[in-house]
């Protein structure tokens, strides 16, 4: 049975933890490195750090915030925003960064997957894939920190970037982002099943029932959070324990 992870994620802008609602109306949730380390010390299998504006803004990344975590956390963590260039990638993982992810620069360039991989390896190499509803059954992928419609579809594009290279998918439902509504188990199942690569849900956890969901229906081999964790509704030791009691396989907590 493959066990499944869980992941913590922090978005940040300007150096502090941010969470919102679709992408918008964001708020403060902390210092990145103390949230890190004390994610790494509950037992998360991984963490995303997402540099949200670092696009939009057309700005390098926050590489001494990457750096800083690398020193405090024992734990695999990748790193997205802003990155162009095989280059950019190169100091990331160099600054401690185990994957990072590529959004805007995969969809303008998709030879950047390629590259990035070829120089790295594909597991290093993660494509983070923000999908909103088209149609009802249809998705596409938007860039730009959710700002612009690309017009592909994210299940043709998480397939073709899997074949390109990428090592695993992203996968964030803008329409569920920050709602706790639920994980977007059609969007993500669609996804599972077509690619070869693993799947993180991202967008929408409101409860451990979502989690298991997402995991049972919709076929993820990750699920990631941000709020209900930043906020102390839920921890990862209770979540852990409840989806072993489901039987999920998840990595113990030690």
């Known amino acids: ?12 802008t300007e150096g502090k933890v941010v969470k919102g609602i679709q992408f918008v109306s964001f708020r403060d949730a902390g210092d990145p490195i103390a949230l890190a380390k004390k994610y ?17 803004e057309n700005r390098p990344i926050l590489l001494d915030v990457v750096a800083n975590t690398a020193k405090k956390v024992n734990i ?7 990155i162009r260039s095989v280059s950019d990638m190169r100091q990331l993982l160099l600054a401690g960064a185990d994957k990072v992810s590529l959004n805007t620069g995969a969809v303008k360039n998709p030879k950047l997957i390629t590259d990035c991989a070829n120089a790295f390896g594909n597991q290093c190499v993660v494509l983070s894939l923000d999908a909103k509803a088209s149609a009802p059954g249809q998705w596409n992928a938007w860039i730009n920190g959710g700002t612009k419609d690309s017009g592909l579809s994210a299940v043709e594009w998480a397939k073709e970037a899997a074949r390109l290279g990428a090592g695993e998918i992203l996968l964030t439902s ?7 509504s639920g ?3 059609e969007l993500t199942r669609q996804v599972s ?22 995991f049972r229906d919709g076929e993820a081999d990750a699920a990631l959070a941000a709020s209900l964790f930043h906020f102390g509704e839920l921890t990862i030791p209770e979540l ?8 999920i396989a998840v990595r113990e907590i030690l």
Not at 40 to 56: C, H, K, P, R
Not at 193 to 213: C, H, Q
């Open 193 to 214: 099943r077509d690619v070869p690569v693993p799947v993180i849900a991202s967008g929408g956890a409101g409860s451990m029932k979502d989690f298991l969901e997402i």
């Open 183 to 185: 994980f977007a188990i």
């Open 174 to 180: 803008i329409d569920a982002d920050g709602t706790k």
């Open 40 to 56: 790494s010390d509950d037992g998360a299998d991984e963490l995303v750090f997402l540099d949200i504006t670092a696009t939009v």
């Open 76 to 82: 695999p963590f990748s790193v997205g925003g802003g």
């Open 1 to 12: 049975m493959t066990t499944k992870r869980i992941i913590p994620c922090l978005d940040m």
């Open 240 to 247: 852990k324990r409840y989806l072993s009691a489901q039987n």
